[in-house]
């Protein structure tokens, strides 16, 4: 595993990690956490909405004792929904993840979606800047924010977010909130990161995957690595779990990098942040 290191406090952020999104709260989840952790994952990406806190904690603890690994050496990341939004409800919402979870920190909690009233996204992060003075969450960051958003942060809070998970795949390679991103020394991190599989599909990238020998899946995960952006595909399935992790054997050409760039279109395939309103 390589590691990237945030601004906040020492423990470094895996550059790759299992996605979760669409689990079952059954021992779908449960079982993938666990095969992950055992395949060498060190990262894993849940969210309150997604329902399946109490099995993916679940997971974790199994993958710690099939492992013998120590809690700290995993990176656990959750996300506020929108329901507890506003700065007197995030501990709220934060102990509630961590009861489901089983665990007693998180390494990273997110604001999943910058949502449509500003004020109210302003009090929200206040809330994380909260968390994380009392010491109570390792890393706090963002999820879907535009540049607009994190420039009224900036303005108006006083601890910048260490990372922002948004949506980055071939056909929306966000070339402007990457560079700020960069300026800002705020860490992107990519979401749906195989299209939910429809970029396995195209011919660049098989045929890119072809030349090294290997799959679609580790070709997209590993461009996205070496663009400096932190990866969390998704899968339940044990042999792709294994598969998706395998990807820190060889190197893209800067050619190939840019071949699988320019199949940008600006084409999200999730909402807009600037009209998400979690309904
Ligand atoms: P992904 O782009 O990761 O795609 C997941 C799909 O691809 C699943 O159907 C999976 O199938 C399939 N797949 C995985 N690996 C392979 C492989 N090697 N070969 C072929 N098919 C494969 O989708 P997600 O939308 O789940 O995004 C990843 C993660 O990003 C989420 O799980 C979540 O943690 C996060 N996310 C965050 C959002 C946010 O708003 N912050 C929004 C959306 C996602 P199978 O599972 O059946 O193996």
Redesign the pocket.
Known sequence: MEYKTLNGKNNAMPVLGL????VENDDTAKEAVKHAIISGYRSI?TAAIYGNEEMVGLGIKEGLEATGISRDELFITS?LWMDSYGREHVEKGYQASLDKLGLDYLDLYLI?WPGLDESLMIETWKGMEDLYRADKVKHIGV??FNIEHLEALKAQTSIKPEIN?VEFQPYLTQASLRDYLKKEGIQMES???????DI?KNDIVNAIAKEHGK?P?QIVIRWNIENDVVV??????PS?IE??IDVFDFALTPEEIEQISSLNEDKRM?PDPLEFTGE
């Open positions: 996605g979760v999104f669409r990406d996300k999943h999820s879907n998970q979401w749906s990161p195989l299209m939910n599989g396995l799959s899946a969390i595909p998704k899968s339940i399935t792709r598969e998706n999730g």
